[in-house]
């Protein structure tokens, strides 16, 4: 098993910047990906990002693109969310996810994803 943990969460004013980590524990020779998902209250879950462990392809959702940056730590078993520009729809839990199934399919879905992080609050001002 691998076991993600967040953390970085907080509260920001629009405009601002935020960093996320998560940090993996256990089986992380087995992974091949790692994803940031969020869900805002009363809404479904959302992908945000995603980086290929190895390679370290990233892909983002349409929302983020140019103020959310993906990156990760190999060594360290851990990934990173820079979030800039905050805005208060960006408001949410976000949730670290990893994923151990290899190839690229699936890596914008929930479903792709073996194990899950606690989230953590990120919630802007306006």
């Known amino acids: 098993q691998v076991q993600p943990v967040e953390s970085g969460g907080g509260l920001v004013q629009a405009g601002g910047s935020l960093r996320l980590s998560c940090a993996a524990s256990?089986?992380?020779?087995?992974?091949?990906?790692m994803g940031w998902f969020r869900q805002a209250p009363g809404k479904g879950r959302e992908f945000v990002t995603a980086?290929?462990?190895?390679?370290?392809?990233?892909f983002h959702a349409d929302s983020v693109k140019g103020r959310f940056t993906i990156s990760r730590d190999v060594a360290k078993n851990t990934v990173y969310l820079q979030m800039n520009m905050l805005k208060p729809e960006d408001t949410a839990v976000y949730y670290c996810a990893a994923r151990i199934s290899p190839g690229p399919v699936g890596l914008m879905s929930g479903g792709g994803y073996d194990y899950w992080g606690q989230g953590t609050q990120v919630t802007v001002s306006s």
């Open positions: 256990g089986r992380t020779f087995s992974l091949s990906a």
């Open positions: 980086i290929t462990w190895s390679g370290g392809n990233t």
